[in-house]
């Protein structure tokens, strides 16, 4: 077993966001880390050209003792199974700890061990409150107030007394120590499987999150987001119409994600493409030549003003 690893969970619909990523996980790896691919049964020969000495491809049905076949909460069975997935990866012994990466998700610089390690045995936790997604009007119209019930139970359910929520969305490393004492300490109790717990609030990350600062069964070294995640086109937009690039945001993220939720309709978009080319999916025609032409009436008037 191996001190840390990375985790993919995909399907056959992202393999094209996961060749992405693997590419990008190849290119940056600079110190040999594991990833590890978990797909369905039936992807599993489509994923296998993504196989590499650092890449491996597992089927989920490794992991069929926990996973459902109806909906959860309301969640279709293959989202809820997603996260059933990370919660139970670490009861296959591959890694006393991994990093849970998305399929959308594109390294952007060299990353290794320490990036995401306090020490050999002790990952970092990103644990965050999240106030600039808060005062966001559109996040917080569309998201923040439902999820933010969720969380409120998750919180309530574990027993952590704290008026601040702190998790996080995704992408953070997972401790087979703390989830082991997740299934045995707290789960077991109640005869709960990690779906019951889920069919209460399906967010993974807070489950473990809770858990964590409840138990504190392994020293808690907190840190911001590692992965810079645009949860919708307005936040991507503004980047791109600020000048900021990939290089500006390797200085503070490994990783970054132009979330598929919104954006798949648009294509795989580059995210080190430059700026008429980043703004090109967001535009129709119509705006296009509203564009061009309000250009040249501006470089109009500046040229012949007077």
């Known amino acids: 077993m191996g001190s840390l690893a990375m985790l993919l969970k995909s399907y056959g619909a ?37 196989a590499s000495a650092n890449v491996t491809v597992l089927s989920e049905a490794a992991l069929d003792a926990h996973l459902v076949t109806q909906p959860i909460g309301g969640m279709r069975p293959g989202y809820i ?43 970092y936790s990103v ?48 401790s087979a120590t703390v989830l082991r004492s997740f299934r045995d300490d707290f789960l077991a109790p109640r005869g709960w499987d990690y779906a019951d717990a889920l069919n209460e609030a399906p967010y993974e990350f807070t489950w473990y999150n809770m858990w964590l600062q409840h138990s504190r069964v392994i020293p808690i070294h907190a840190r911001e987001p590692l992965v810079k995640v645009f949860h919708h086109e307005g936040q991507h937009l503004e980047y791109i119409l600020r000048g900021i690039t990939v290089d500006d945001i390797a200085r503070g993220y490994v990783a970054l994600v132009i979330n598929s939720n919104y954006s798949r ?30 250009k040249a009436k501006d470089t109009f008037r500046r040229r012949f003003r007077g």
């Open 127 to 174: 644990l965050v409150e999240d106030n600039e997604l808060k005062v966001e009007p559109r996040y917080y119209r569309e998201h923040w107030q439902g999820r933010e019930q969720s969380l409120r139970r998750i919180q309530s359910i574990i027993g952590l007394e704290d008026p601040i929520i702190r998790t996080c969305h995704g992408h953070t490393v997972f």
């Open 81 to 123: 199974n997603q996260e059933i997935v990370k919660l139970s990866f670490w009861e296959l012994g591959l890694a006393d700890n991994y990093f849970c990466v998305d399929s959308d998700a594109v390294f952007i610089r060299p990353f290794g061990r320490s990036d995401f390690m306090r020490d050999e045995h002790t990952p």
């Open 265 to 294: 309709d648009l294509g795989l978009i580059r995210p080190d493409a430059p700026k008429p080319e980043a703004l090109a999916p967001y535009l129709s025609y119509g705006e296009v030549g509203q564009l061009i032409s309000a």
């Open 14 to 50: 992202d393999f094209e966001y996961a060749a992405r990523l693997v590419e990008s996980f190849n290119r940056f790896n600079v110190d040999g880390l594991p990833l590890y691919v978990v797909v369905p049964p039936g992807d599993v020969e489509q994923f296998g050209n993504l």
